[in-house]
């Protein structure tokens, strides 16, 4: 166990729908990152906050957004929803804004688009 | 841009046997290089990670990579295979002032009795 918690752990919607995404990071952590993982495109970079702010901007849609909330924990929002878009949503946080720290991973939202 | 490439999809190792994946990286200056284990259903957990120093690091569950500049290499390596081992294994890397890390596509992980 990462520490990192995600919820909900499945999600099943229809296209054109908009879903949230939540994050719990690890205590003490103020770097949360989210990342795709597909099995056309493997596992990408979506977006990273740092206490609050953004920090780093990855291959994440116009249609996705993101923030992170006073309390650290950070939402993925999804918005009109495409095939496409079904794939494995993991969220990781580190304590600090450099690559150099472990980034801890959570289990992940499986979101699966009919 | 940096970038991973991991050029075995799949590997099937018996079990008890040894264990070399491949990782090729693309980045002019010195590279953060992590490995990943991501069992089925599950998230990803850190194996082993390089920042400067020794280029051989130890990792958990008995795993070692070892940093070749030369060949821009980060290969993982374990002795002796345990069926436990069956996972999907990524290599990612990072360097300083990135936020990011970019990973390989991964290599599927079967052992066989």
């Known amino acids: 166990d990462s520490g990192v918690t995600q919820t909900p752990k499945h999600l099943i919607t229809a296209t054109g729908q908009r879903v949230t995404l939540r994050c719990s990071p690890r205590?003490?952590?103020?770097?949360v990152y989210w990342y795709q993982q597909s099995l056309d495109q493997g596992l990408q970079f979506l977006i990273q906050?740092?206490?609050?702010?953004?920090?780093a901007k990855g291959n994440i849609l116009e249609r996705f957004s993101a923030q992170q909330f006073p309390d650290l924990h950070s939402e993925l929002n999804l918005s009109s929803l495409e095939l496409g878009d079904s794939a494995l949503y993991f969220c990781?946080?580190?304590?600090?804004?450099?690559?150099?720290?472990?980034?801890?991973f959570g289990p992940g939202t499986r979101l699966t688009v009919l | 841009a940096q970038s991973v490439t991991q050029p075995d999809i799949h590997i099937t190792v018996s079990e008890g046997a040894s264990l070399e994946l491949r990782c090729n990286y693309s980045y002019g200056a010195t590279p953060y290089l992590f490995w990943y284990v991501q069992s089925p259903g599950q998230g990803l957990q850190l194996l082993l990670k390089y920042f400067s120093g020794d280029t051989l690091v130890q990792g958990i569950k008995g795993f070692e990579a070892e940093f070749k500049r030369s060949q821009s290499s980060f290969n993982l390596r374990k002795p002796s295979v345990h069926w436990s081992d069956a996972a999907e294994y990524f290599c990612?890397?990072?360097?300083?002032?990135?936020?990011?890390?970019?990973f390989g596509t991964g290599t599927r992980l079967t052992i066989i009795p």
């Open positions: 990781a946080s580190s304590p600090k804004t450099s690559s150099y720290n472990e980034q801890f």
């Open positions: 906050y740092y206490n609050g702010e953004e920090r």
């Open positions: 990612a890397v990072g360097h300083f002032g990135n936020e990011k890390l970019t």
């Open positions: 205590s003490g952590d103020l770097s």
